[in-house]
């Protein structure tokens, strides 16, 4: 069982805007930055928000992350097909002193 | 760029130590102070934290794992890697290594490398 709790599943027609959210604890999202990855099939995971919100060069403004309390979300504008992948999210975990992970949403596009 | 690539046994006996590299390329491991990561992923679950190792050789291990976690780094090499001791059924999975940037991120992630934990 994962540290960070996600929605299984997710989907959405292309054109909407679909959310994934992401809970943990004080100790976890809490305290600390989240962090979500992207998994394109046969891919390697790829950081896609960093710093709860930021994003890095490359990543379309249609991807955007927020957080509040112990909670944290990734939402996606515009739905594309090429959306279609995992998405996980992370947080450093104070009481582990390790990083922690949400068990993975798997996106899919109608 | 630094890529990471993971390498292993891909089988393992229960009860054996599994050892695990991963080699960097495009990159002195050295340079930049930075963090590698072991992160695993079991068949239909979730990623799991494994442990990090600095390029000074400082190290912080999942204490679910720690008493049968070893890591360590080859400068000469640009590798770092990983022991895992007394492996069960519950080992297997699929292991990638990371690195960690300075924003945090885990970055340059490899494809991963099976390891199936089996008698």
């Known amino acids: 069982q994962s540290v960070l709790t996600q929605p299984p599943s997710a989907s959405g027609t292309p054109g909407q805007r679909v959310t994934i959210s992401c809970s943990g604890s004080?100790?976890?999202?809490?305290?600390?930055?989240v962090y979500w990855y992207q998994r394109l099939p046969g891919t390697a995971p790829e950081v896609l928000i960093y710093?709860?919100?930021q994003r890095p060069s490359g990543v379309p403004d249609r991807f955007s992350g927020s957080k509040s309390g112990t909670s944290a979300s990734l939402a996606i504008s515009g739905l594309r097909s090429e959306d279609e992948a995992d998405y996980y999210c992370?947080?450093?975990?104070?009481?582990?002193?390790?990083?922690?992970f949400g068990g993975g949403t798997k996106l899919t596009v109608l | 760029q630094v890529h990471l690539q993971e390498s292993g046994p891909g089988l393992v006996k229960p009860s054996q130590t599994v050892s695990l590299t991963c080699t960097v390329s495009?990159?002195?491991?050295?340079?930049?102070?930075?963090?590698w990561n072991w992160i695993r992923q079991p068949a239909g679950k979730g990623l799991e934290w494994i442990g990090r190792?600095?390029?000074?050789?400082?190290?912080n291990y999942n204490p679910s794992l720690k008493s049968r976690l070893t890591m360590s780094v080859d400068t000469s090499k640009n590798q770092f890697s990983l022991k895992l001791s007394s492996v069960t059924a519950a080992d297997t999975a699929v292991y990638y290594c990371?690195?960690?940037?300075?924003?945090?991120?885990?970055?340059?992630w490899g494809l991963g490398t099976m390891v199936a934990v089996s008698s």
């Open positions: 004080s100790s976890d999202i809490g305290s600390n930055y």
């Open positions: 190792i600095h390029t000074s050789g400082s190290t």
């Open positions: 495009g990159g002195s491991i050295s340079s930049g102070g930075y963090y």
């Open positions: 992370a947080a450093w975990d104070d009481s582990l002193s390790g990083w922690v």
């Open positions: 710093r709860n919100n």
């Open positions: 990371a690195r960690e940037v300075y924003s945090g991120s885990l970055v340059g």
